[in-house]
């Protein structure tokens, strides 16, 4: 990884640990003890992604963050903070557009992943705002990397959708934004732990909630990178269902914006004819039946009557 990451925090030997456990990734890190003088370094150098301390002198972390926003809003920024500064540092994520916090004493396993995904979701915002087709297709394969099961999933996804939208006869410009949309619908996944993506085991309640924010996460995202309203309405209501039971705002009918529902109808054919961690791939005759039994609910009628058009015609 070429893009550099900037660590703050007024201890050394804390500075020096997290440069060597991310150096050894390849990670290329600035180190700072002042967050007054970091944010020069940030006027000089293209930083991808900020790990800030909690509690330091002249300025804490959340005022540091709270003018990056205002300075340099692409830069990730994960806080640092101890056990006694949670709560307050929960209740002001939101105001400083935190993507991670990190309790100490921290695991080196979830600082790694933090600021791989950081810089991941810095690389999918330019490479958004580029429109550039090979990057978004290696981003959204590398959102797949924290899945397993997924791999390949993005591809197909599109496949099926741009098949559905030449059926209906959609412009070219259109179709060109459904295929990025299909590629990125799932890239909110990128703040969603590869413990929870990756459990062996029912979800809890709590874990569920966490995933159901990834379209959400990822609106948040491709809105940051300037991205085409198509592309933005495909990420964050493939999880809409035609009977309003979806989320993430749980929206009925045609209200669901066409793309988002022709990318759901492609997303679940895919997703009940690949493997999964807790079942086998059904197979095309059997995932036609369990699709069929979604009309009306999860799926449109209309776009799934397109969809088996396109598969009579294949097969």
């Not at 429109?131 to 591809?155: F, I, N, W």
Request: proline share 4%.
């Amino acid at each position: 990884m070429s893009d550099k990451v900037l660590i703050i925090d007024d201890d050394l030997a804390i500075l020096h640990t997290i440069e060597r456990i991310l150096s050894d990734l390849g990670i290329e890190v600035i180190l700072s003890t002042n967050p007054v003088k970091a944010l020069s370094i940030i006027k000089e150098h293209e930083i991808a992604v900020v790990v800030s301390d909690y509690r330091m002198p002249e300025m804490d972390g959340l005022e540091l963050f709270s003018k990056l926003k205002n300075i340099a809003p692409d830069i990730k920024r994960i806080l640092i903070t101890g056990h006694g500064d949670l709560k307050t540092a929960i209740s002001a994520i939101n105001e400083c557009d935190v993507f991670r916090f990190i309790p100490k004493p921290w695991k080196d396993k979830l600082l790694i992943e933090s600021v791989s995904d950081a810089i991941n979701e810095y690389r999918i915002v330019k490479s958004m705002r580029r429109s550039d087709e090979s990057m978004l297709l290696s981003l959204a394969q590398t959102v797949e990397l924290k899945d397993p099961y997924t791999r390949g999933h993005c591809d197909r996804v599109a496949d099926v959708a741009i098949s559905i939208a030449e059926r209906l006869g959609l412009p070219a410009d259109t179709r060109k934004y459904i295929m990025h949309g299909s590629w990125l619908h799932d890239c909110g996944k990128i703040g969603v732990p590869e413990s929870i993506l990756n459990k062996d085991g029912p979800l809890s309640a709590e874990e569920m909630e966490i995933i159901k924010k990834h379209p959400v996460w990822g609106a948040h995202v491709a809105t940051l990178a300037q991205c085409q309203e198509t592309v933005i309405n495909i990420i964050n209501y493939h999880h809409e269902h035609y009977d309003g039971s979806g989320y993430p705002e749980g929206l009925r009918g045609v209200d669901i914006p066409i793309e988002a529902r022709i990318v759901a109808t492609a997303d679940i054919f895919d997703a009940l004819s690949s493997d999964r961690p807790y079942r086998k791939a059904f197979s095309v005759e059997k995932t036609l039946v369990i699709l069929e039994g979604m009309r009306n609910k999860e799926l449109d009628p209309f776009l799934l009557d397109i969809f088996f058009s396109t598969i009579n015609q294949k097969g």
